[in-house]
């Protein structure tokens, strides 16, 4: 019996020793520092939480690091910079209207080998599991450059409760395009003075789009082959007619888009407050009902159709009587990503119906801990919804009803085309909106327009493989010839200044040794961009391939092809400099004139007065687009508007950022809140007048409007000229305020009303990554701003006066 307890002890001893070594090597093992961009952890993220923590659980030599970066969506600075810089994530999720865009740069590695490799593993990656359109989005040119995660498709969301009081049915939804636009009529109120109290539908509020009309009346954006923009196709046109004419059933474009200005989101979203009654929109927002307003009275069904669809006539013969668009997000594995395999890994486990269905199940805990209903995401894998549907279904009957109607239509759905030119392709699609809603061209003349603009882009890079690459080293020994010419030049005259005094040699040595850090700077920050951009006008490049030789073109296409956009740009610069600037200038020479007074408290006034210039850009322009919301219920100014002007004389507020005509006042409005900052030079500029010239035109009978004119102005005129030259500087470099008012997206504003010249050389430059094109665009705006200012030192001489003028 001894001898049993010893071996027992032996054996205890012995695997409490392999134990204890197996986790000692373990330990030592060096993990995988794992960097996913476009995931988060956050406090509405259990589900995402539970699946990166059973991952780590079974894959121990990983850790995995979320990071949002901003990335993932049309955002693509960073991710770039990534890529250039070597350091990029190793996994990033991104939105799969981009992959194709992102593939042609070679961005993206290929995946093929990983699902070759995978073929033989337990659970493969079978593409035949994915929804056809999710698929063929994440590939390009035949190879998977990404593995689609979610997907989302739109129908249309109603009020039951609202059809009701319209005296509708609701259990019978609008089917045809011209049943919505009767529905939308009836569900539509005004208030009192004519603006809307309530809107039955907008053709383009939610996530419909051109894209969804164009669909549904058979039409298609490219060809097959990728190789030709059919943007201006009948249907396409048929489509974009019919949104015009929905918009002027209404009332119009700006009278819409000023009431959709106030719209806001969560719980405050117009469909959940009943200020629309029926809206397109995306299988997402069954989870913002679930979170904001669980108890709303409402369906989903397909969006209307044409008629002739829904009766299978003509070209819908054998057609789906309804179709929808689809999008949603990918994982793919970036370029130069040093753990690709890792990468791989997880990959695979987030886009297993294992991993989803525990994400899920995480997911409905939290949301039932916080009294919510749940509702899972949609898969593009179509087993997994299944699983889903089988395992984690919505509670709420209404929430399991809608999200069956949206994984229905999914088997159909369209997706955007897969091209290098996606981006444009929406710009363009969505400038040809704007343009034929708010009848400034026909939707013919806008969607050949925009159609004329892709098709360039499209030519010119199946062309880029003919031009020649660029030779750096012609052009750099000319640089360097003038250099070494110029730092000759400059030495021989230092040498005869200096003599040959020793002490004086010293000192010059010492003294160029002491400026010699900002030299180098300057020839290395400053110096070497502006020659690598003056180099770089002069050719194609995209920033992940060598450039290549394009000679003039660059500028040909910006006076021709694009001339229309450029010259709108200037235009908008123009009009801020010409009313904008003067208004801004009176404004700052009145407060500096009111502070100018001798009166109690006036270090206070000049204080109050001077904050607003110090608030920084970015700050302000958000908090004008708030003040200003074309909204009176969200706009702070159209709501004193409204209170005065509208009640006593029936004057409507304006729409300001939401309305061409309203979007440069609405920025010059702005401007003027700022004014403060040249009240400063303005007062100092008064202040230096000698009284003696006051005292001499009293004597002279001058009084108030002519001792202004005549001695104020005059002596002004220095700073006058001053603050001309950087105004005009100004407005041709404005970018901060109107890129916030634009959210960020680049946007121009309605019809491009906010467009400025280096808004349009920085979508140019990290939207397209055209970088050739914007060096062109930034040596134009250079040269522009240097006439101008040119201009201004020759007329000067005629209207400023200075105290040591003879004349």
């Not at 180099?535 to 030789?549: C, M």
Request: glycine share 10%; aromatic share 14%; with cysteine.
């Amino acid at each position: 019996m001894s001898n049993f307890h010893f071996l027992i002890r032996r054996l205890f001893f012995l695997c409490a020793a392999l134990w204890f070594c197996s986790t000692l090597a373990l330990a030592q093992t060096p993990r995988t520092k794992l960097i996913v961009w476009g995931l988060q952890s956050g406090p509405e993220t259990a589900g995402l939480d539970a699946q990166v923590a059973e991952f780590e659980k079974r894959n121990p030599d990983i850790d995995v690091s979320l990071l949002s970066m901003g990335a993932g969506a049309m955002n693509p600075q960073k991710l770039m910079t990534s890529i250039v810089g070597g350091v990029p994530p190793d996994l990033i999720q991104q939105d799969r209207f981009t992959i194709g865009d992102w593939a042609s740069r070679d961005a993206f590695q290929p995946l093929d080998r990983f699902l070759e490799a995978d073929k033989n593993s337990a659970n493969p990656i079978r593409p035949e599991n994915f929804y056809p359109a999710a698929w063929k989005e994440a590939l390009y040119k035949g190879h998977v450059y990404a593995i689609p995660t979610g997907i989302d498709d739109r129908l249309l969301y109603y009020s039951r409760k609202m059809f009701r009081e319209a005296g509708l049915d609701p259990n019978r939804p609008p089917r045809t395009w011209d049943e919505l636009q009767l529905y939308a009529k009836k569900l539509t109120k005004l208030n009192p003075d004519g603006t809307f109290k309530q809107i039955g539908f907008i053709p383009n509020y939610g996530n419909s789009w051109l894209y969804l009309y164009s669909w549904q009346n058979g039409g298609e954006f490219m060809s097959a082959d990728g190789r030709i923009c059919t943007l201006d196709n009948p249907y396409s046109v048929g489509a974009l007619d019919y949104m015009a004419d929905f918009y002027d059933l209404l009332g119009g474009y700006d009278k819409v888009n000023i009431f959709q200005s106030g719209f806001q989101g969560a719980e405050q979203d117009p469909f959940f407050t009943g200020k629309i009654g029926m809206v397109i929109n995306g299988s997402w927002n069954l989870n913002n009902i679930a979170r904001y307003a669980p108890d709303l009275d409402f369906a989903v069904a397909p969006a209307p159709v044409p008629r002739e669809r829904l009766e299978g006539k003509g070209r819908f013969r054998g057609q789906p009587t309804y179709t929808t668009w689809t999008g949603g997000f990918s994982l793919a594995i970036p370029a130069g990503a040093r753990h690709p395999n890792q990468a791989w890994r997880f990959l695979k486990w987030m886009t297993s119906g294992e991993a989803a269905l525990l994400g899920a199940r995480a997911q409905r805990k939290f949301s039932e801990s916080k009294g919510r209903p749940f509702v899972f995401a949609l898969s593009a894998n179509a087993r997994t919804n299944e699983l889903l549907l089988k395992h984690v279904p919505p509670a709420n009957p209404r929430l399991r009803a809608a999200q069956q109607e949206f994984i229905g239509l999914l088997p159909v759905a369209k997706y955007r085309p897969v091209t290098f030119v996606g981006q444009t392709l929406w710009d363009a699609h969505v400038r040809a909106f704007e343009r034929a809603c708010q009848h400034a061209q026909t939707p013919q003349a806008a969607l050949t327009e925009q159609r004329r603009l892709v098709q360039k882009e499209l030519d010119k890079a199946f062309a880029r493989q003919s031009l020649p690459l660029f030779s750096f080293g012609t052009p750099l020994a000319v640089i360097v010839a003038l250099a070494l010419g110029g730092l000759g030049f400059g030495a021989t005259r230092v040498r005869r200044q200096i003599g040959r005094s020793r002490s004086a040699k010293s000192e010059a040595l010492a003294g160029y040794l002491m400026a010699s850090p900002w030299i180098l700077g300057f020839l290395i920050l400053t110096a070497g961009p502006i020659i690598a951009s003056i180099l770089l006008a002069f050719s194609d490049y995209d920033v992940l391939h060598a450039p290549r030789y394009a000679g003039l073109s660059n500028f040909q296409t910006l006076f021709t092809d694009d001339r229309e956009l450029i010259g709108k740009a200037f235009y908008n610069a123009a009009y801020l400099s010409i009313i904008g600037i003067p208004l801004g200038m009176a404004t700052g020479l009145a407060i500096a004139m009111l502070l100018n007074m001798k009166v109690k408290g006036m270090a206070w006034y000049r204080t109050a007065f001077y904050i607003p210039a110090i608030v920084p850009a970015i700050a302000s322009a958000v908090l004008w687009a708030w003040i200003l919301a074309g909204d009176p219920n969200k706009g702070l100014l159209n709501a004193l508007w409204k209170a005065s002007l509208t009640e006593w004389f029936g004057w409507l507020p304006p729409g300001w950022f939401g309305v061409a005509d309203w979007a440069k006042p609405g920025l010059i409005t702005q401007g003027l809140w700022g004014a403060g900052g040249g009240m400063i030079l303005w007062l100092a500029g008064l202040q230096g007048i000698p009284s003696s010239l006051y005292e001499a035109a009293r004597i002279d009978g001058a009084r108030g409007w002519s001792q202004f004119r005549h001695v104020t102005l005059p002596m002004l005129s220095p700073y006058i000229f001053f603050n001309l030259i950087m105004g005009t500087i100004g407005a041709l470099q404005e970018f901060d305020r109107v890129y916030v008012l634009g959210g960020g997206t680049g946007s121009g504003g309605p019809l491009d009303s906010l467009l400025v010249p280096v808004l349009y050389l920085f979508n140019n430059a990290f939207r397209f990554f055209k970088m050739g094109y914007a060096s062109a665009i930034a040596w134009v705006v250079f040269l522009v701003i240097l006439g101008l200012a040119l201009l201004q030192l020759w007329a000067q001489k005629y209207w400023v006066h200075y105290e040591t003028d003879k004349r």
